[in-house]
C-alpha cells in the first residue's frame, strides 16, 4: 500500500480529480472494449488520496463532506463510469464505521484506509426473494466467529484489501457488518461479472467458506440504516453523482464529435455541422437536462451536508427527498444524453471502434441499481399525503 498524500480541502480534491478523469479518459474506451480491469488506475486513485476523503480529522483524514466526494464521482464519471463506480461501497462502508463501530476498529481501519487500503462491498446475493434477504450466515464460538455465504455484485471487490460482508448473526438474527481482510483464507473473488456496461467495476461473485473474522471486526447494520443518520441519502447520493457525471460526459463527446466529424446534413444548407440549426436546438435541450441534473445534485448535496452536521429526523428526510429528486433528473439525463448522444452526431458515430455507446450502456446498467419509480412514490407520498421518507439505508 501507499500512503495517500494529505488532501486537506476540497478542491484539492476536484483538482486531482479533474486530472486523474482527463488521464482516465484517453483509454476508457479501450479498457470498455476489451474488458480490461483496470487496477492501474484504482492505485492512481488511491496514491492520489480519492479513497480517504471522509477519514474524520481526529484519526488524521481530511473529512470531506458528503457534497465534496459526489463531486468527485462525478467528475470521475464524466470520463469512466466504471471508474466512478469502484469506490461507491468503500465511502458507503466507510459511513457505517464512522456511524455503528466502536473505537477500536474506527481507528484501526481508517488508518489501513489513509495508507491506501481500499473497502468492497459484499452485500448482495443472488438466491433472495427480495435484494433485502440475507442468507450469509455469521456463527460465532469459543473459537470466535466464521462466515458461510456466497455474494454477487460485490463492485471493487477484485481490487480491494478489505471486504465489508452483510451476514445475518446465526444467534440473534440480527444484520451484521463484518470487515474481513481480501486475502483470508476461504475467501474467493470471482471475476465473472458480465453486465452489458460498467464491464470493468468488478461487481462480481465472492465466496465465503468457514471464513474466520478478526476479533473485534462485526458492526450491527442496524445504527446506520435505521436511525436518522443520512446513510442511505449519502449512499444515494454518490449515485446521483455518478449519473450526472455520465450524462456530461456523453454530451461532452457528443459535442467534441460534431464539431470535429460530423457532416451536416444537406438540407441544412450549411458547411459544417454544428451550424444546423436543428442540431443547434436539440444541443440546448440536451444542455438543459443535463444542467438540471447538476444543479440538483448540488442541492442534494448540500442536504446530505446539512443532514450529516445535524442529525435528526427533519434533516434526515429532507436529504432524502431532495436526494429522491436528483435521482429522478440524472436518471433521465443518464439515459437521455448518451443515446442521442447519436441523433446528433450521425451515422459515424455508431463506429464500434469509436465506443460511444459506452456512456449508454454503463448508464443504462447503472440506473438498474435502485428503481427510480420508488423515489418518484416517496416524493408523492410527502408532497400529497405529508409521510417522510422511509428509514431503510436506500433513499
Not at 190 to 216: E, I
Not at 245 to 257: C, S, T
Not at 289 to 316: H, M, S, Y
Not at 353 to 369: E, S
Request: glycine fraction near 8%; hydrophobic fraction near 45%; include cysteine.
Amino acid at each position: 500500500m501507499t500512503l495517500a498524500p494529505a488532501i486537506d480541502s476540497a478542491e484539492a480534491a476536484f483538482e486531482s480529480a479533474r486530472h486523474l478523469a482527463s488521464r482516465f479518459a484517453a483509454t476508457a474506451a479501450d479498457r470498455d472494449r476489451e474488458r480490461h480491469l483496470p487496477h492501474a488506475e484504482v492505485e492512481y486513485l488511491s496514491d492520489a488520496g480519492l479513497f480517504a476523503l471522509t477519514v474524520p480529522a481526529r484519526f488524521g483524514g481530511p473529512d470531506l463532506p458528503p457534497s465534496a466526494v459526489a463531486e468527485v464521482f462525478r467528475i470521475l464519471a464524466t470520463a469512466d463510469g466504471s471508474l466512478a463506480q469502484i469506490p461507491h461501497s468503500h465511502y458507503v462502508y466507510l459511513t457505517a464505521l464512522r456511524l455503528a463501530a466502536p473505537e477500536d476498529l474506527q481507528r484501526t481501519l481508517f488508518q489501513q484506509v489513509l495508507d491506501g487500503g481500499r473497502i468492497a462491498n459484499a452485500q448482495s446475493e443472488k438466491g433472495g426473494r427480495t435484494v433485502a434477504d440475507i442468507a450469509t450466515t455469521l456463527t460465532r464460538s469459543a473459537d470466535g466467529a466464521r462466515l458461510d455465504g456466497e455474494k454477487f455484485y460485490c463492485t471493487g471487490s477484485p481490487y480491494a484489501h478489505i471486504l465489508a460482508v452483510l451476514a445475518r448473526d446465526a444467534d440473534s438474527g440480527e444484520q451484521v457488518i463484518a470487515f474481513v481482510p481480501a486475502d483470508t483464507p476461504g475467501i474467493t473473488v470471482v471475476d465473472d461479472w458480465n453486465g452489458l456496461g460498467q464491464r470493468t467495476t468488478g461487481s462480481g461473485t465472492v465466496r465465503f467458506v468457514d471464513v474466520p473474522v478478526p476479533p473485534g471486526s462485526i458492526v450491527p447494520r442496524s445504527p446506520a440504516v435505521s436511525e436518522p443518520t443520512g446513510y442511505g441519502a449519502f449512499a444515494q447520493l454518490l449515485h446521483v453523482a455518478i449519473d450526472t457525471g455520465l450524462a456530461r460526459g456523453a454530451l461532452e463527446a457528443a459535442a467534441e464529435f460534431v464539431r470535429t466529424t460530423s457532416r451536416p446534413w444537406f438540407e441544412a444548407d450549411v458547411d459544417r455541422a454544428e451550424d444546423d440549426p436543428l442540431v443547434i436546438q436539440r444541443f440546448g435541450e440536451l444542455t438543459v437536462t443535463v444542467r438540471a441534473a447538476e444543479a440538483a445534485l448540488t442541492v442534494a448535496g448540500t442536504a446530505v451536508d446539512t443532514a450529516f452536521q445535524v442529525p435528526g429526523l427533519e434533516q434526515a428526510a429532507a436529504a432524502s427527498l431532495a436526494v429522491a429528486t436528483a435521482k429522478v433528473l440524472a436518471d433521465r439525463a443518464a439515459t437521455e444524453v448518451p443515446s442521442a448522444l447519436f441523433e446528433v452526431s450521425g451515422t459515424r458515430s455508431a463506429g464500434g471502434d469509436l465506443g460511444l455507446d459506452r456512456f449508454w450502456r454503463d448508464a443504462r446498467t447503472h440506473t438498474l441499481h435502485d428503481p427510480v419509480r420508488y423515489k418518484v412514490h416517496h416524493l408523492g407520498r410527502s408532497t400529497l399525503n405529508r409521510v417522510p421518507p422511509p428509514l431503510h439505508g436506500v433513499l
